[in-house]
Structures are given as C-alpha cells and as structure tokens.
C-alpha cells in the first residue's frame, strides 16, 4: 500500500531564501544574547549594588531592574515571534521519485 513497486521516493528540503538566512540568524541572537547579558549585569552590578553609599546601591539596584526587565520582555516577546517566522521561511519541501532499476 501506500507507494508502488519499483520506485524510490526521497524527500528533502530545498535551502532557506536570503531573508530567511536573516531570520534565522536572528532567532539565534535574540535566543542566546539576553541570558547572556542578563548574566553579565548581575556579575557586573555586584560590586556597585555592595557599594557603602545608599545612593549607588539603589541606582545600581534601580538600573539592574530595569536591565534584567528590558532583556526579559525582549527575550520572551522575540523568540515565539521569532521562531513563527523561522518556520514559515523555510525551503520548500522537495520529493523527488525516480523508478528503481531492474534487478540485475
């Protein structure tokens, strides 16, 4: 059932178009880049939010929330996003069916 005698089916995809390149090359900045930098600004604000002055401490505290929420929203809006448009550039399926050769 399903597929006749003697011949060989293959399926694959053909390569991803220019802007889907871009697209794709996106998706993965916007998914590793944020919890990346979200690292780097608690490792960087540490010894600022530690400071003795009240002052330095709260704006280092005020800058790191606002930080961590900008890279949050910008991580969780972009990759769903992101990752629809990645599905819908890529290549076209391609099936390609040729007959078997006859046993020798």
């Known amino acids: 059932m399903g597929r006749p005698e003697g011949l060989i089916r293959f399926e694959a995809r053909a ?3 220019g802007f889907g390149r871009v697209v794709k090359f996106f998706f993965w900045l916007v998914l590793l880049a944020p919890p990346l930098l979200m690292l780097g600004t608690c490792a960087g604000l540490k010894s600022f939010v530690m400071s003795d002055d009240d002052e330095v401490a709260l704006g280092a505290m005020m800058f790191g929330a606002s930080a961590l929420g900008l890279l ?7 990759v769903p996003v992101l990752a629809l448009l990645m599905l819908a550039t890529r290549g076209r399926k391609l099936v390609i069916e040729q007959a078997s050769p006859p046993p020798a």
Request: hydrophobic content about 50%; cysteine-free.
């Open 15 to 17: 390569p991803r178009g």
């Open 72 to 78: 949050w929203a910008l991580w969780l809006g972009g």
